[in-house]
Every structure is written in structure tokens, then in C-alpha cells.
């Protein structure tokens, strides 16, 4: 009895931690741990949970420079390996007698 009442606390304490995270500044998550000081969170508690909160923000930023070059292709990256193919190709070419 006491571990389910125990489990719903932690579930409601993570709950309006994440609310609370939220509402603080993307940027800001990787410098100041919003569940600091929680009432319903031991501090490995919070530190957990900030460390999820951080990596969270990695990923996002990933996500948005991953879907960017899917959606418009780095010019200078496509014009190095249009170099390195017509370099390579003209290599092979070249051995080949042709």
C-alpha cells in the first residue's frame, strides 16, 4: 500500500516538475535545474530528471538541424562531393588508360 501511494506521489511530483520545466526557457534548461529545490523530489530525484530535461533539448536541436538539411541540402557539402566524385572519377580514368 505504502509503495503504490509512494509510485503516485513520485508520478505526481514528475508530473508537475515536467509543467514546471516547461515553462522555463529552452536554453536556460541546460543551466538551471527547474526541479531544484522541488517539495516532492529527492535531489537525485531532480538531478534525474534534469539530466532527461537536457538531453531532451540535444535531441530537439538535432531534430531541427536534421529536418533543415533534408528540407534544403547544404550547398557547399554538395559542391565538395561533386569535386571528390569528378576528382576520384577522373582518377580512375586516368589509371585506366581512358
Known sequence: MAASASASASASASASASASASATPSRQILSVNPYENHPSLTQIEA???????K???????LVTQTRS????PDETMLKQLRLGFWRERCAVRDNTGG
Not at 538531453?55 to 536541436?61: A, D, F, K, R, Y
Not at 538539411?69 to 534544403?72: F, G, H, K, N
Request: glycine share 6%; charged share 30%; aromatic share 12%.
Open 55 to 61: 538531453l531532451n533539448q540535444h535531441i530537439e536541436g
Open 69 to 72: 538539411l533534408r528540407e534544403t
Open 47 to 53: 538531478d534525474v530528471l534534469w539530466e532527461y530535461a
